[in-house]
């Protein structure tokens, strides 16, 4: 039985990379699958986004990654404990930016998260990888950890040039790091996107092909709404803010295919 360890990914700021990773543990923990969430962002934004208090250096993911070895506690914070069972957080904050600099000096250090995990494992059904925007390190360990990714992207000039060089990065990647089965590419997701905005439709229009053409799943855009911004402000996915706002019904397509791939993952 193996577990599904999703790594959510993007070159760019404000995708939504968070904004995915919180919703769909709150998603999966609804419908029964236990989750943990890994804030591998320096700037600690699964704190904020899920309400939580900010942790102590020793009970954070950089206490799992540092050099001096790892005795197996992990910490998870619960999160919407009274709406929901089996959703926690393994909080991050800016002691990641020491990890940094420690993971290109260590041995192992691309393979340390893996490594982590397998030495002392999570019984968890899912573990899903919040990267920073920046392609290094961090989001590497994830990779090397992942079985699938997914991918945000915000509707915006640059996202199809961005697009094709983290496809590039990601390929250049599973190479160097011989990842055999390479994690799976779930899709790409454009966020914050608002239909009556005519150059939001001509870039999605221009995303669509041409991630057709590298074979790369997408998934039908998350809607832009200013809810979400006052839903993370008061630390809550926007299903517990406004569970009847149209934007809830957006993430129902990539649940559904989760589902799917932890039932697979199961079944190993
Ligand atoms: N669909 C959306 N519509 C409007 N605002 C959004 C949407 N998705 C995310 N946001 C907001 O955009 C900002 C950046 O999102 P975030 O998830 O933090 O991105 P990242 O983690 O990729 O930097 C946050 O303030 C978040 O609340
Ligand atoms: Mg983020």
Known sequence: MNQLRLAILSNAGGSGKTTLATHLTYLLAKSKHSVVTFDLDPQGSVTLFCGLERPQSNHTISAVLTEKGFDGTW?????????????FACQGDIGLERTISELVMAERGAYLLDDRIQDYPLPHDVLIFDCPATLGPLPTIAISAATHILIPVQVEPKSTGGASKLLEWLYEKFRTLRLNPRPKILGFIPNQYDKSIAIHRSLLEQLVPMLSQLNIPYFDPIRFSSE?????????????????HPACDDFNPIVKVLKAEIAKEKEL
């Not at 910490?75 to 959703?87: D, F, H, R, T």
């Open 75 to 87: 910490s998870l914070a619960p999160l919407w404990k009274e709406k929901v069972k089996g959703a």
């Open 228 to 244: 979400f911004k006052n839903a993370s402000a008061v630390g809550l996915p926007l299903h517990l803010y406004r569970p009847k």
